[in-house]
């Protein structure tokens, strides 16, 4: 029970985070499902629905808290499928955190403040869809002490949760 009220209080926390809004009550977000590896939520903030699907590190290089993958819709901002990594520790200013499904070219992300995006829309897309059909997702950051962090994500239950948040916020 200890360890869904961690996630519980973890996803709170990315929300807050890992949404560029103003942050959200913890009333205002509700649990859509929970598949394998991902959990999704929904929630209403500033009136604009938001939808966001999230996942621990299946294996770190390195024991930390707050290490999240997720993927978020805001469909009144227009934005759909947003990836966003966090790394668990401040990123480096200067470096370039990557990501990669499976054995697929890594991608070079981008970093704004202690998350990391893919910069182009078209292969956020490519990495969705790499994703839906992948195993598992590599990312990598230094941290802004030098030391440099790999996570391992499962993708097991990703298509279910990423069709949950995408019935929720179409």
Known sequence: MYQYLRIFIGVCVVSIITLSYPTFSAEEIDPIGHYSAWRAFKGVQDGKKTCFMVATPL???????????????HPDDKQYNVITMM????????????????????VAMFINDD???????????QIINQMIEGNVVRTQ?????????????SLKGFTRALEAITKECP
């Open 141 to 153: 950051g230094r941290s802004q002490r030098g030391t440099n962090l790999k996570d391992t994500f």
């Open 87 to 106: 790394l668990g520790a401040p990123y480096r200013k200067g470096t370039t955190p990557t990501i990669g499904v499976d054995k697929n070219k890594v």
């Open 115 to 125: 998350k990391a995006y893919i910069e182009k829309e078209t292969i956020e897309k």
């Open 59 to 73: 294996h770190t290089s390195k024991k930390r808290d707050d290490v999240y993958l997720t993927v978020s819709r």
